[in-house]
């Protein structure tokens, strides 16, 4: 447990003296500042898993229509994972950690932990910007306990599907020790998923493209979230879990 403690601290030490993290934070800013600034409604309507989107642009009502806009949140936050992880995996640091008497049980767990905390607080600021900025440009508009509901079940629903995206990247990381293709396991699954389907027509391959979800989550008929829900945590649990089996074995 202490083992842990220790490396999520160092970790959480090193995102925040990292330029690249402080970067990213301010990217991210602009391009909320930039996306409230155009006022462009990038909500999405079809067919039978739609319902009609919100297109009012003060605060409350711009987090829903700038939930499409989350799925930046893939690339910010692909490279906190990467200086999080696979920094240590890529440039053979693991071997000396582990020789320093840190279990890999506890190595792992702690890194997934500590990108499931990056996360979840990219999410808290990503919305706090955009609820902040679009308030500033057009008033914070009226809060009701159902818009407030729908929100964090967007939320929610937004963050399970990009932990299965990135329990992917994890699974990649950890069989080649590669950041490389890791990071392309992220970016080009989506595409790979798409292929897939078009060429096979099977309808349950949609239940796997989770990047599309995280766009449309307040969209999803209940059937089709569902489908999705039981789809992303099945996926998060047979990857995360098979990695660190695999990850006990694994030679260094």
Do not use: C
């Amino acid at each position: 447990m202490k083992n842990a403690i220790n490396i999520i601290q160092a970790d959480f030490f090193r995102l925040i003296r990292s330029r690249a993290v402080w970067l990213t934070e301010a990217l991210m800013l602009l391009l909320v500042i930039w996306l409230n600034s155009i006022q462009e409604v990038g909500t999405m309507v079809g067919g039978g898993d739609a319902k009609n989107t919100i297109t009012s642009w003060d605060g409350i009502h711009s987090i829903f229509n700038q939930s499409i806009s989350a799925e930046y949140l893939i690339y910010f936050l692909t490279v906190i994972f990467i200086l999080t992880t696979g920094v240590d995996l890529s440039k053979s640091l693991l071997k000396n950690i582990v020789s320093s008497g840190i279990p890999r049980e506890s190595y792992f767990f702690s890194k997934y932990l500590v990108f499931n905390l990056i996360s979840l607080l990219h999410f808290v600021v990503y919305y706090a910007i955009v609820f902040i900025t679009a308030s500033l440009f057009n008033g914070v508009g009226i809060i009701t306990p159902d818009l407030l509901g729908r929100f964090f079940g967007t939320a929610a629903l937004q963050y399970l599907f990009l932990q299965a995206i990135f329990a992917i990247g994890f699974f990649v990381l950890y069989l080649t020790f590669s950041a490389v293709w890791s990071v392309l396991s992220i970016i080009l699954f989506p595409a790979i998923i798409n292929m897939i389907h078009l060429i096979t027509k099977a309808d349950w391959i949609s239940y796997l493209d989770y990047h599309d979800a995280l766009m449309i989550a307040q969209q999803l008929s209940q059937g089709k979230m569902m489908g999705l829900i039981f789809s992303a945590i099945a996926a998060i649990i047979l990857l995360i879990g098979g990695t660190s089996m695999y990850f006990q074995r694994k030679g260094l």
